[in-house]
């Protein structure tokens, strides 16, 4: 009888990080002066996550470090534009990474399922062009993996044990490398748009994640791709949750997610674009996201959302601004033509 779980190439860990949420009345401008003070301060991000509100111009930002660098991001967050207080540091966090997705909604589905199952608490989501990443407590470490291999299933490992006896014997090979150099202009494989997207925000209960799983996975069962996910643990323990999903589909995935949510009331915005960018290897060197953030910024190009994972930088921007964020990054990245 065939397999029913999904099949994917692989699993990567990041063990030993700190981890910084931020709701900033400043917004872009906020996220920009973050992203300067921590590459000033020559701090290495693993992950980076932003999410602008577009009623009121703040923004969320999230973001990893190694777990030495916690505190002194912890400080310089607070003294950025309109933060303040609205920062919080959760020590002790492990980046859990799995690909490739190929825009299937069923895999976060399945893994929000797995999750809420385990009785794990994500402290956020990043999405790249391969990769989701998501951020548990490292006590969750061992569960969150464990339950991988329920809805999923991996060429290389038959079982959960397979895996960890092959991570540990690596793990002094599979360290991140961290290099202490910045290029002028950053060199990237390619660049990549995908149009005729909306945006979709929601802010849920944790009790309600499961239920986001589900819908993920009625989507998936109506051909529903999804190129961007990103999800942040605010302030009130709830989780801010910004995706991109195909306009053409705007109709059903209403349906669906008041089906499977009610009484939440998502936020839409139409006419919005993704610009991805692989190559950029986050954790190994400081500096990739204020070259992102303040290229935009020169070019006066709001990012309504930034997921920044593994290799891979992903912005979404309104339809009419793709141009000029294309142009924007070219000044930052160098890309092939």
Same mark, same amino acid.
């Given at each position: 009888?065939?397999?029913?779980?999904?099949?994917?190439?692989?699993?990567?860990?990041?063990?030993?990080?700190?981890?910084l949420?931020?709701?900033?009345?400043? *917004?872009?401008?906020?996220?920009?002066?973050?992203?300067?003070?921590?590459?000033?301060?020559?701090i290495?991000?693993?992950?980076?996550?932003?999410?602008?509100?577009?009623?009121?111009?703040?923004?969320a930002?999230?973001?990893?470090?190694?777990?030495?660098?916690?505190?002194?991001?912890?400080?310089?967050?607070?003294?950025?534009? %309109?933060?303040?207080?609205?920062?919080? @540091?959760?020590?002790?966090?492990? =980046?859990?990474?799995?690909?490739?997705?190929?825009?299937?909604?069923?895999?976060?589905?399945?893994?929000? %399922?797995?999750?809420?199952?385990?009785?794990?608490?994500?402290?956020?989501?990043?999405?790249?062009?391969?990769?989701?990443? =998501?951020?548990?407590?490292?006590?969750?470490?061992?569960?969150?993996?464990?339950?991988?291999? *329920?809805?999923?299933?991996?060429?290389?490992?038959?079982?959960?044990?397979?895996?960890?006896?092959?991570?540990?014997?690596?793990?002094? $090979?599979?360290?991140?490398?961290?290099?202490?150099?910045?290029?002028?202009?950053?060199?990237?494989?390619?660049? $990549?748009? #995908?149009?005729?997207?909306?945006?979709?925000?929601?802010? @849920?209960?944790?009790?309600?994640?499961?239920?986001?799983?589900a819908?993920? @996975?009625?989507? #998936?069962?109506?051909?529903?791709?999804?190129?961007?996910?990103?999800?942040?643990?605010?302030?009130?323990?709830?989780?801010?949750?910004?995706?991109?999903?195909?306009?053409?589909?705007?109709?059903?995935?209403?349906?669906?997610?008041?089906?499977?949510?009610? *009484?939440?009331?998502?936020?839409?915005?139409?006419?919005?674009?993704? @610009?991805?960018?692989?190559?950029?290897?986050?954790?190994?060197?400081?500096?990739i996201?204020?070259?992102?953030?303040?290229?935009?910024?020169?070019?006066? =190009?709001?990012p309504?959302?930034?997921?920044?994972?593994?290799?891979?930088?992903?912005?979404?921007?309104?339809?009419?601004? $793709?141009?000029?964020?294309?142009?924007?990054?070219?000044?930052?990245?160098q890309?092939?033509?």
């Open positions: 009888m065939a397999s029913t779980r999904i099949r994917l190439g692989g699993i990567k860990i990041l063990e030993g990080r700190s981890h949420t931020s709701l900033c009345k400043g *917004g872009e401008a906020a996220l920009a002066d973050i992203c300067s003070r921590l590459a000033a301060d020559r290495n991000l693993s992950l980076l996550t932003y999410i602008s509100d577009a009623v009121d111009g703040s923004g930002s999230a973001l990893s470090t190694d777990r030495a660098d916690g505190f002194s991001a912890y400080f310089h967050l607070r003294a950025a534009q %309109g933060c303040g207080s609205a920062v919080k @540091l959760h020590p002790g966090v492990t =980046v859990l990474s799995i690909f490739p997705h190929g825009q299937k909604a069923c895999v976060i589905g399945e893994i929000l %399922g797995m999750l809420t199952n385990n009785g794990i608490q994500p402290y956020g989501i990043a999405s790249s062009t391969s990769a989701l990443s =998501v951020l548990i407590s490292s006590g969750d470490t061992p569960n969150g993996i464990d339950g991988l291999f *329920g809805p999923f299933e991996f060429p290389t490992y038959r079982s959960p044990y397979d895996w960890h006896a092959a991570y540990r014997e690596q793990e002094h $090979v599979l360290k991140e490398i961290i290099c202490s150099y910045e290029e002028q202009v950053i060199k990237v494989y390619n660049i $990549v748009k #995908d149009c005729g997207l909306d945006l979709w925000r929601l802010r @849920l209960p944790r009790r309600s994640l499961g239920g986001l799983g819908a993920f @996975l009625a989507m #998936d069962r109506n051909g529903i791709r999804l190129p961007f996910l990103v999800a942040q643990l605010d302030e009130e323990e709830s989780t801010l949750f910004a995706a991109c999903l195909p306009s053409e589909h705007r109709q059903k995935i209403r349906h669906t997610l008041a089906f499977q949510l009610p *009484g939440i009331e998502p936020i839409h915005l139409d006419e919005v674009a993704m @610009l991805s960018l692989h190559g950029p290897h986050f954790g190994d060197r400081y500096g996201a204020r070259a992102l953030v303040s290229a935009m910024q020169s070019h006066e =190009v709001a309504l959302a930034i997921s920044c994972t593994i290799a891979s930088i992903s912005a979404v921007v309104r339809a009419d601004d $793709v141009e000029k964020a294309t142009a924007a990054l070219g000044t930052s990245f890309i092939p033509a």
